[in-house]
């Protein structure tokens, strides 16, 4: 999966096209990523023990990776993800400008 947690990502698709968000969590096994911000739902929660409140509670749902494209650090632009060698390193590559992703979370 080339979209990682920390990136900053562009909805395509969906009924929240067009929003940019943090990717909070990523799962490579299901193609899942969360983006903070992003598919959010409401969800009704019953008063539990004395620390869990009742209420409606605002949820952070999963989104499939095809549905997002990265924003290119450059140019605010989405863009594809490249690789290119960097001395011994692999790193990813913005396809729009050729720009280094510098990934956040480290």
Do not use: F
């Not at 605010?76 to 690789?83: A, D, I, L, N, S």
């Amino acid at each position: 999966m080339k979209i990682k947690t920390g990136d900053k990502v562009i909805v395509i698709k969906g009924k929240d096209r067009g929003k940019t968000g943090i990717v909070v969590s990523a799962d490579p096994v299901t193609h899942q990523i969360k983006v903070e911000g992003v598919n959010v739902y409401k969800r009704h929660q019953r008063k539990g023990a004395a620390n869990k409140p009742g209420g409606v509670i605002e949820i952070v749902a999963p989104l499939d990776v095809s549905k997002v494209m990265l924003v290119c650090p450059e140019t605010g632009k989405p863009t594809r993800v490249g690789y290119k060698q960097v001395g011994e390193k692999k790193q990813r590559v913005a396809r729009v400008s050729g720009a280094i992703i510098e990934n956040a979370k480290k």
